[in-house]
C-alpha cells in the first residue's frame, strides 16, 4: 500500500487534543517521541472480508486485508502497539468448527500486543478459552475480572507494562458485567469488580508506583447507554484521572472521530471505539516531548 493509497483509505475524520500542553506544532519537533496505537474491537470471528454482494459491507474487513495495512503503518513508525477490545469470539462458521484456534492464531501472527476478554469470549465456556490460550502469543488482561477460583488463574493479567521508545505504558482491561449476559455455566466461578473502582486502582498504580509515561483502558463495558446506572466508557472517562486513552468495545460503536471526555482532574482525555467486524483499525498516534507533555491525534481507517 503506497502513501497516497494509505491516505485515501482513511474514511474518518481525525482529531487532535494536546494532553498536558503540547501543542500541535510541537508534534513535527524531532524532539517529540511519536508512539502509534493501534486497535480493533468485536471482531467476532471475522476472518474473510464481507461478501461481494452483501447489502452493507461489501469487500470490507478481512484478516489478511487488515495485516498489510498494519504492517503498512509498522514500517512508517515502528514504534507501534496493536490491542484488541474484546469479544474476538462467535459469529461466523470459523468459531464453531475451531473454537477459537484460528482467530488467536492469526491475532498472533498480526503481532497483537494485548487483548482485553469480552463476553462473548465464554461462548465455548471458561474452559473453551482456557483451551485455545496456547494459541495466543500475546497478553489477555482483564483488572476487574477475578478468575482466582477458575482455570483461568494465573493465565490473565490486570495490566502489562511495554516499553516503547523509552516511553513506558501502562496498559490494563476491563470486562462487562457476565450475569444476564452470559449463563452461570459457561463463566463458573468468575467474579466482576466494580470497573470504576477497579480502574481508579489500577491506574493509580501505573502512573504512581510504575512511573508510565502513558496510560491505556482496554475496555469491554461499552461506549455509552440510555441508563447511566451501566457502566460506560464516557462515564469511565469522566471518573479517571491518570488514563490517557480508552480503547472501547461490546456496543458496536463506530466513532468517526474519537471521543474526547473531561476527566476528574479537568484534562481532556480520548475515547475510542472502531465498530466491529474488523471493518475499521483504529490509530492514535501519541507524541511526548523531552519533558513529558503529551498530544495525540486519533484516525478510524477503512480495512
Known sequence: ??????????????????????????????SAKKITI??????HSHIDPFSADHSEYANLGGMARRA????????????????????????????????????????????YDAATIGNHDFDNGIDGLFAQ??????????????????????HVKPYQIFMVDGIKIGVYGLGIKLSGLVGKNLYKETEYL?????AQDTERLLKEEEKCNLVICL?????????????????LAAKTQYT????????????????????SKGREIIVNQVGCFGLYLGRIDFYLDSIQHIAATGVSIKV
Do not use: W
Open 68 to 111: 498489510s495495512l498494519i504492517e503498512n503503518i509498522r514500517k512508517e513508525n515502528n514504534n507501534s502497539l496493536l490491542f484488541d477490545a474484546g469479544d474476538i469470539f462467535q459469529g461466523t462458521p470459523y468459531f464453531n468448527f475451531y473454537g477459537g484456534e484460528l482467530e488467536f492464531k492469526l491475532m498472533s501472527m498480526l503481532k
Open 194 to 198: 466494580d470497573p470504576y473502582e477497579i
Open 1 to 30: 500500500m503506497n502513501r497516497r493509497k494509505f491516505i485515501s483509505s482513511t474514511s474518518a475524520s481525525s482529531v487532535f487534543v494536546g494532553l498536558g500542553g503540547l501543542s500541535l506544532g510541537s508534534c513535527a519537533s524531532k
Open 244 to 263: 490517557d486513552l480508552i480503547i472501547g468495545g461490546h456496543t458496536h460503536t463506530f466513532l468517526d472521530k474519537p471521543t474526547l471526555v473531561e476527566n
Open 133 to 154: 490460550l496456547p494459541h495466543a502469543e500475546f497478553e489477555l488482561l482483564s483488572a476487574n475480572y477475578d478468575f482466582s477460583n477458575t482455570i483461568m488463574a494465573g
Open 38 to 43: 493501534l486497535h480493533t474491537n468485536d471482531m
Open 219 to 235: 475496555s469491554h463495558i461499552g461506549y455509552d447507554y440510555p441508563s447511566k446506572e451501566r457502566p460506560n466508557d464516557l462515564i
